[in-house]
T-cell receptor, first 115, second 115 residues
Framework: AQKITQTQPGMFVQEKEAVTLDCTYDTSDPSYGLFWYKQPSSGEMIFLIY??????QNATEGRYSLNFQKARKSANLVISASQLGDSAMYFCAMRELNRDDKIIFGKGTRLHILP | DSGVTQTPKHLITATGQRVTLRCSPR?????VYWYQQSLDQGLQFLIQ???????AKGNILERFSAQQFPDLHSELNLSSLELGDSALYFC??????????????FGPGTRLTVL
């Protein structure tokens, strides 16, 4: 069965520091995609970054990078040079490509950036 | 702005009532997904439609139903509402279905409160 685990319910980080949000997943499907979404207090879900299971390199999008360790089934999100606007809820999610299109979400990590 | 629109933004109703949530996908997107976000269950996939046909079903209650119309907008109908149905309901859309990379763009959500 699909499972996404985010073990950090909340984190406090000083502005301008880098932050790593943990995510582990469980799947028996060799083809899958991993996603990170940001949900600010306003409620909308904002797509941040995607990593495919066959991608050779870690995904990067601006200040966001995904530390993909396939053998460990780990897909941590790294935010460099954090900003006050990064304060939000962050969700790790997965889609098994040989099943259907649904995305399974973790419980999320609430990130607080301190000035 | 993701390009996905949802109406209404807020909905307050009483137990036992029936409501309809509406979603318009991004222009050109054929797939529509419905998710429920509640405090205790997190983000749960409910159902997906692709070009008017149901494609995948998740944890959707029998009291809930959805459809996608020829113009590709979708409606989620919730009936015999219970207090536990209070949640944020998201619609998401994507270009296609079943492809290796299939980013889903989320709408702003409809906040349903059942009193």
């Amino acid at each position: 069965a699909q499972k996404i685990t985010q073990t950090q319910p909340g984190m406090f980080v000083q502005e301008k520091e880098a932050v790593t949000l943990d995510c582990t997943y469980d799947t028996s499907d060799p083809s899958y995609g991993l996603f990170w979404y940001k949900q600010p207090s306003s409620g909308e879900m904002i797509f941040l970054i995607y990593q495919g299971s066959y991608d050779q390199q870690n995904a990067t999008e601006g200040r966001y990078s995904l530390n993909f360790q396939k053998a460990r089934k780990s897909a941590n999100l790294v935010i460099s040079a954090s900003q006050l606007g990064d304060s939000a809820m962050y969700f790790c999610a997965m889609r098994e490509l040989n099943r259907d299109d649904k995305i399974i979400f973790g419980k999320g990590t609430r990130l607080h950036i301190l000035p | 702005d993701s390009g996905v629109t949802q109406t209404p933004k807020h909905l307050i109703t009483a137990t036992g009532q029936r409501v309809t949530l509406r979603c318009s996908p991004r222009s050109g997107d054929l797939s529509v997904y419905w998710y429920q976000q509640s405090l205790d269950q997190g983000l749960q996939f409910l159902i997906q439609y692709y070009n008017g046909e149901e494609r995948a079903k998740g944890n959707i209650l029998e009291r809930f139903s959805a459809q996608q119309f020829p113009d590709l907008h979708s409606e989620l109908n919730l009936s015999s509402l219970e207090l536990g149905d209070s949640a944020l309901y998201f619609c998401a859309s994507s270009v296609a279905a079943g492809r290796s990379y299939n980013e889903q763009f989320f709408g702003p959500g409809t906040r349903l409160t059942v009193l």
